[in-house]
């Protein structure tokens, strides 16, 4: 029995272990490989440079330009995601009858598993010539269809986490709003979002980190061209598109060409690396205060 | 595949046959197709290579004994391993140099140009782009120069009474034979582009932004343009005679310049006396104008094929003796 125990236990172990070699893997690849590039590249320039073309004549390795894509995408589709996200939660938390959200929830849910590909083509095909019957000038690929899109994707990201967020405020709260003659609406909005606001912005931080690292959408319809701007009409090119666009074309390997998709990756690994802290901080601080 | 293979056979199969009966004794190369072996080795131009390896692909299917290495060091890098005699068969974007043809001679290598397709560029806009009709190639090179980089942003920019609107750039990516062709002919030299535009090797993805796009300009492989004539618009090119669009005759004609060129394959007087070669290169003639075809190029006419065919029979005829 002690050895069957002990058997079980070493599979385990080397199950997580896997997990955690896998990213060390990933992070010694991104980082051997981005020394390659740095060597040509100073890190000075690729911060401050404000131009993105290390496949022509003219060189530049300003990541900049394909940063600003990411966050512009980014920042489009979290400010679709958080309000409706968050209004689907304090529906389903507080308004909806048991009925109807057992059968919204699994629906919401199908949001979160279409594949990202059909996401990015219904973005080209559909939401961008119909932004372009409003706007006209709007260009066929523009980071505003892939942002609305990609927003629609993480609304149950936003909404799950969030309704387990306000499901998790301490009943007594929400009682002594009721006793003080508050209504559903006052207690929703004024005692519970701000009682649950932590755990809200845990999940609207994971959101962010999920639409920094998506690639499909942005790949399709947002363009493939880095520039400096915040114009959503305009195409754009994400950090992401970037290191598709290179692997998939001809790229020799070992160029300092091919060596500018893992300076990319390491950059969008950093970031949703602080991302990721700042939610595990802020979750902590949250699980602490009701205990 | 099965369909178009036949398809293909037929026609090629009737012009072996007319060939064969007009140059009599010459078809020796091609009734010993069955037992065939050997390497035939191909370098040169990587705009003629995507027909080159498409023909070595199905040439390789029929004739298993036979290995075709195509490689693709461009024109100029194909022809110093031509003059040396190290390779059978260069692929060329453009005749050959005086030098390179001095290298041949100083090696006593002889060879036969043949043509093979004509390689054509198109520039397009958005059908709502009711401003932009044609294009002069200084206006294209100011457009696309790297000096143009971050400067040249608006329409209004590159001609006087075109709107005051920005002008989204779409083109073939870097790493694209199309690349190197429009930079080397409206920048002057190879590779020398602006790099704020959407570049992709992706043709596909070029249609899809500049049918999207009302303030969109664009250029790629002609073919794709006549896969979707509804979405987009030519612009004509004015090479100072006047703006001309480009057609499969403005191609041929050579009045649509810069962005057209013929594309050869040179055959080495050493590699055309062995059999195995001789039925490639037959084989590359009778199959190029569709493999051209698919890989984007405008293919060459059955006439214009058989005129080619009888210039190999009549160079590989004028070999025989020597040997």
Redesign the interface.
């Known amino acids: 029995m002690r050895k069957k125990e002990k058997v079980i236990e070493i599979i385990l172990a080397a199950a997580a272990g896997i997990t955690i070699l896998t990213t060390i893997g990933i992070i010694w690849v991104l980082l051997s490989e981005s020394v390659g590039f740095f060597s040509h590249v100073s890190v000075w320039d690729f911060l401050t440079d404000t ?3 290390p ?4 060189k ?1 390795y300003g990541i900049m330009p394909l940063f600003s894509g990411t966050l512009l995408t980014t920042l489009i589709a979290i400010a679709l995601a958080l309000p409706v996200g968050l209004t689907v939660a304090v529906y389903l938390s507080e308004y909806a009858p048991r009925s109807f959200r057992a059968v919204i929830k699994p629906l919401l849910e199908i949001l979160a598993a279409i594949p990202t590909v059909v996401y990015g083509y219904f973005a ?1 095909t559909v939401v ?2 119909f932004l ?1 019957k409003i706007y ?2 709007l ?3 523009n980071a505003l269809s892939a942002g609305i899109v990609m927003g629609i994707m993480i609304i149950p990201l936003i909404s799950s986490m969030s309704e387990d967020a306000l499901y998790a405020v301490p009943k007594s709260l929400r009682e002594a709003s009721y006793g003080m003659g508050a209504t559903r609406f006052q207690t929703a909005f004024k005692v519970l979002v701000p009682s649950a606001s932590s755990g809200i912005i845990v999940s609207v931080i994971l959101a962010i980190s999920r639409a920094v690292g998506e690639t499909m959408i942005v790949a399709i319809a947002a ?5 400096l701007t915040f114009d959503p009409t ?2 754009i090119e994400t950090i992401t598109t970037y290191i598709v ?1 290179v692997s ?4 020799a390997r070992g160029t300092p060409e091919y060596q500018t998709i893992f300076a990319a990756g390491l950059t969008l690994f950093v970031f949703t690396l602080i991302l990721n802290n700042i939610s595990i901080r802020i979750k902590r601080r949250f699980q602490q205060k009701y205990e | 595949m099965k369909n178009i293979a036949s398809i293909l056979l037929v026609p090629a199969l009737a012009l072996m046959a007319s060939c064969g009966g007009k140059t009599g004794e010459a078809g020796k190369g091609d009734s010993a197709t069955s037992k065939l072996s050997g390497t035939v080795s191909v370098d040169g131009s990587s705009t003629v290579y995507p027909i080159t390896e498409a023909v070595a692909e199905d040439f390789s299917g029929e004739n298993k004994e036979v290995k075709v290495a195509v490689a693709e060091s461009g024109t100029g890098g194909g022809f110093k391993k031509f003059g040396r005699g190290e390779i059978d068969i260069n692929d060329a974007s453009r005749p050959i140099k005086p030098t390179e043809d001095s290298l041949c001679k100083a090696n006593s290598i002889g060879y036969q140009e043949l043509l093979v397709a004509f390689d054509g560029l198109a520039v397009v806009v958005n059908p709502q782009n009711d401003w932009c009709k044609d294009m002069t190639v200084a206006e294209l090179k100011m457009l696309w120069e ?1 000096a143009a ?2 400067k040249i942003m608006k329409w209004s920019q590159v001609r006087k009474g075109w709107p005051d ?2 002008i ?2 779409f083109g073939a ?4 034979g199309t690349f190197d062709y429009f ?1 080397e002919v409206i920048c002057g ?1 190879a ?11 992706d043709d596909n ?1 070029l249609v ?9 300009l664009g250029f790629f492989g002609m073919a794709y343009y006549e896969a979707n004539q509804a979405d987009l618009h030519l612009v004509g090119i004015d090479n100072g005679n006047g703006a001309v669009k480009p057609s499969i005759e403005t191609v041929k004609n050579k009045t649509y310049t810069p962005l057209s060129r013929p594309l050869f394959i040179y055959v080495s007087s050493k590699a055309a006396v062995r059999p195995e070669v001789q039925a490639f290169v037959n084989y590359y003639l009778d199959n190029t104008a569709e493999l051209s075809k698919e890989v984007g190029y405008v293919p060459m006419t059955a006439e214009e094929i058989a005129s080619e065919k009888g210039k190999f029979d009549t160079f590989v005829k004028s070999l025989a003796p020597q040997k």
Do not use: C
């Open positions: 131009q993105w073309t496949l022509f004549a003219d530049h080209l961008t010539p372009q006209p000038d260009a066929g690929f363009g493939q061209q880095p520039r305009v195409p666009q998939m074309g001809d790229v | 790297p980089q971050g609107q920005e989204h750039l990516g870097s790493q694209s930079t030299k590779k020398a582009s602006r790099g704020d535009y959407t570049a992709s090797e993805v899809q932004g500049i049918k999207g796009d009302k303030n969109a």
